[in-house]
């Protein structure tokens, strides 16, 4: 079975590629905007569209799929793709965290305050 992808209409990209990015995409019919950021900003800020690509990526990341290339063929990593973003929209819905790395593990009540 075929796993048939939609072409992206829009795109965006960080104001370092200009104008090369934006002409390759109009020949392929993609309309790509350049996120510039505001002038005067200082430091870091997280631009409005290019958050959302690096959450994403991050989210990714936590599942441990952009760690090393695991997948033999296209379809299995779009299968990947998908169940990371399931388990991002399950954990909005019930409005719970995902389990970080980073967490301690919780000490339960029966083993006198030691963890596994």
Same mark, same amino acid.
């Given at each position: /079975?075929?796993?048939?992808?939609?072409?992206?209409?829009?795109?965006?990209?960080?104001?370092?590629?200009?104008?090369?990015? +934006?002409?390759?995409?109009?020949?392929?019919?993609?309309?790509?905007?350049? +996120?510039?950021?505001?002038?005067?900003?200082?430091?870091?800020? &997280?631009? &409005?569209?290019?958050?959302? +690509?690096?959450?994403?990526?991050?989210t990714l /990341?936590?599942?441990?799929?952009?760690?090393?290339?695991?997948?033999?063929?296209?379809?299995?990593?779009?299968?990947? +793709?998908?169940?990371? /973003?399931?388990?991002? /929209?399950?954990?909005?819905?019930?409005?719970?965290?995902?389990?970080?790395?980073?967490? &301690? &593990?919780?000490?339960?009540?029966?083993?006198?305050?030691?963890?596994?």
């Amino acid at each position: /079975m075929a796993v048939l992808a939609a072409r992206p209409a829009k795109a965006w990209v960080d104001a370092g590629f200009k104008n090369a990015v +934006v002409e390759h995409g109009a020949r392929l019919g993609i309309d790509v905007e350049v +996120v510039q950021r505001e002038p005067g900003t200082r430091g870091f800020t &997280p631009e &409005p569209k290019r958050w959302v +690509v690096e959450q994403t990526w991050g989210t990714l /990341m936590l599942h441990r799929r952009l760690a090393r290339d695991y997948e033999a063929l296209p379809a299995s990593s779009v299968a990947v +793709v998908h169940w990371s /973003m399931t388990d991002v /929209m399950l954990h909005r819905l019930t409005r719970t965290a995902t389990a970080s790395w980073r967490d &301690p &593990p919780a000490a339960r009540a029966d083993d006198g305050g030691r963890t596994p």
